[in-house]
């Protein structure tokens, strides 16, 4: 089943190139801010022996470290998604789902710029 949206006119992609380049900027930043969390969270551990400043119920720096790289290596995907949309943004196929060659439409792609797939096959499981 293909989808019934209409295709994106120069508008569109005009508000989506707006779209993606802010979210990209912002992604930017998150990228930065986490590396210097990382930093602070090994140079924390360097300096201390102990765990002392810790909460002892709470998280270690071992975890911490883990949930910091983790969410790192997701924003370095979303970026690295966000500049190849970017890449795409002027060819035809652009906005077109890649399971069911439907449009995703505008408003999809201005809520969710990395999307690749229309709504539908989105929530469809396989
Ligand atoms: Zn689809």
Redesign the pocket.
């Known amino acids: 089943m ?2 019934s949206l209409p295709p994106l006119t120069s508008r569109d992609r005009r508000a989506l190139r707006t779209a993606i380049t802010d979210e990209l900027a912002r992604v930017d930043d998150q990228i930065v801010a986490l590396r210097r969390t990382f930093d602070d969270i090994v140079e924390a551990n360097v300096n201390a022996n102990s765990d002392d400043e810790h909460d002892p119920d709470g998280t270690t720096v071992a975890f911490e470290r883990a949930q910091v790289s983790a969410l790192l290596r997701q924003a370095e995907v979303d970026r690295d998604d966000l500049r190849a949309n970017l890449d795409r943004l002027d060819r035809d196929d652009f906005g077109v ?1 890649e ?4 449009f995703i439409g505008a408003e999809r792609l201005m809520a969710l710029p990395t999307a690749t ?2 709504i ?2 989105a929530q469809r499981t396989w």
């Not at 399971?99 to 439907?102: E, L, N, S």
């Open positions: 293909t989808s789902c399971v069911c060659t439907g797939r229309c539908t096959c």
